[in-house]
């Protein structure tokens, strides 16, 4: 999923709507571990939050 935090909520919840309530997060490109790590750290703190119970 390619975006914003906001961009993956709002596609995450389209998902969540349809019943989906798995996520699977991978990165294989040509990220380098630096940015895959800040990547997962983004999605960490600003998307999770959105869908915890």
């Not at 909520?9 to 800040?38: C, P, Q, T």
């Amino acid at each position: 999923m390619i975006g914003t935090s906001a961009e993956a909520i709002e596609r995450l919840r389209h998902y969540e709507a349809l019943g989906v309530d798995e996520f699977s997060f991978w990165i294989d490109n040509s990220m380098s571990h630096g940015e895959k790590a800040a990547s997962l750290r983004l999605f960490i703190d600003e998307v999770v939050p959105t869908f915890s119970s």
